[in-house]
């Protein structure tokens, strides 16, 4: 287990291309340590079929339709001495993970889930009018396989892309080799993400008509957008295989959850006079539970309740009190431990009762990996080590252009300032 008490800060500029290999580079040992351990036989789906799926649809894909994000796995590959193959994978892993029993281009309602289906998440966004200071907030209790946290091996990444490129500047959490998990940009635009399954999701084939991409790419496609509206967009058109939760807001003063199947966006909003949300693991629009086409594959455990703790932790203070420290310690909250809102390691045999059960979906041991809170108006993140309860927090801050298009419409050199400071 690694004693570093907070995760390496990778700073990477430039063209995609080489802030790829600054970032490959500079996490080497992490991002080799990554590929080493989603190679090995079982911890995704099926290798024969991993590889297919790479070669076959991902990268042809990518290249396609996200050719900056081709060139900076590229980068990364060379940066840290793996195939750019293996950097796909990485970036695919969370949709890889759940393919074990689907059939190709079946949808199907029974799967047996592999080792790496296990994460969970908590996500919420705090507008001004909820928070001390006027501040929006966006925040997430990332919880995954507890060796992320053990073996060191998520980075907090930094790009600056080039001038060139119009784009903003970004700071995202990541596990080292992919392009980001949750993050926001220097627009004051943040997503977060919850793990969602849909009988919808399924296997592509190579003679499929529809392309399809690793949905965790459509995080930071949305991050490299130039507002709200364009994310929007990205997040309808982006083609994908498995389901997702998307929780958005921006500095400007709004946010909503979206729940994604690969053909549909629902789209959840917080009650008029409820400046704030909170999402986890399973769906909630009424729209898709009424539904009698399509299910949801949530195997049971703490999203039924994470999201009531979360709220009623937090809840006092939500008439213009919350602050970063209060939001921890709601998101400290230890019922049902360890498989609680701050999820911990369990000391225990897992699963000994439920794992004879039928469909019984094998739980990897999870921990809260980072607890993150990105202060969308200020443009800082107070991000976490591991279980926010007894992690240390660190306080980052994002520079960079805080407006990319002029109200003529006319484009903006990164770097300059046309709108005053959000307070
Ligand atoms: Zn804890």
Redesign the pocket.
């Known amino acids: 287990m690694s004693t570093s008490p907070t995760y390496q800060h990778v700073v990477a500029c430039g063209l995609p291309y080489d802030r790829g290999y600054a970032h490959g580079s500079q996490a080497a040992a992490k991002v080799q340590r990554n590929v080493e351990y989603y190679r090995q036989a079982g911890r995704l789906a099926e290798s024969g079929m991993v590889q297919k799926l790479i070669r076959e649809i991902y990268i042809p894909n990518i290249t396609a339709h996200y050719p900056s994000g081709w060139e900076e796995m590229k980068g990364i590959a060379d940066g840290a001495s793996v195939s750019v193959e293996d950097v796909v994978l990485l970036n695919a892993r969370y949709d890889l993970s759940r393919l074990n029993g689907l059939s190709v281009s079946e949808p199907q309602s029974q799967a047996q889930e592999s080792d790496e289906d296990a994460h969970e998440c908590t996500t919420a966004f705090f507008l001004a009018p909820t928070t001390d200071g006027g501040d929006v907030l966006n925040a997430v209790n990332w919880d995954m396989n507890a060796r992320l946290w053990h073996d060191d091996v998520v980075i907090y990444l930094e790009i600056h892309p080039h001038s060139s490129e119009s784009k903003p500047s970004l700071f995202l959490a990541a596990e080292a080799g992919q392009l980001g998990r949750s993050g926001m940009n220097s627009l004051g635009i943040g997503v977060t993400s919850n793990s969602l399954m849909s009988t919808e999701d399924y296997i592509p084939d190579a003679d499929a008509t529809r392309p399809v991409m690793p949905i965790s790419l459509l995080r930071r496609m949305i991050l490299e957008c130039s507002h709200l509206s364009e994310a929007m967009t990205a997040t309808q058109q982006f083609p994908r295989h498995v389901s997702n939760g998307l929780t958005l807001a921006t500095a400007e003063g709004f946010g909503l959850c979206l729940e994604l199947t690969p053909s549909r966006v629902y789209k959840v909003y917080s009650p008029v006079d409820d400046a704030y949300l909170v999402h986890t693991n399973h769906f909630t629009d009424p729209s898709f539970l009424a539904g009698e086409a399509v299910y949801d594959r949530y195997p049971g455990g703490s999203s039924w309740f994470r999201r009531q703790r979360l709220e009623q932790g937090i809840r006092p203070y939500v008439r213009g009190r919350v602050t970063a420290p209060q939001l921890v310690q709601a998101f ?1 909250d ?1 019922l049902s ?1 360890p498989e ?1 809102l ?3 390691p369990d000391q225990h045999p897992p699963d000994s009762v439920i794992r004879t059960l039928p469909g019984y979906p094998y739980r990897s041991n999870a921990a ?1 990996v980072a607890c993150l809170i990105y202060n969308l108006s200020q443009r800082t993140i107070w991000a976490c080590k591991g ?4 992690g240390t927090f660190e306080t980052f801050t994002l520079k960079g252009p805080r407006s990319l298009t002029r109200p003529t419409g006319d484009a903006v050199e990164p770097g300059e300032e046309l709108r005053p400071e959000i307070p």
């Not at 279980?387 to 007894?390: L, T």
């Open positions: 400290s230890h431990f609680s701050c999820c911990h809260t279980p926010p309860c007894h």
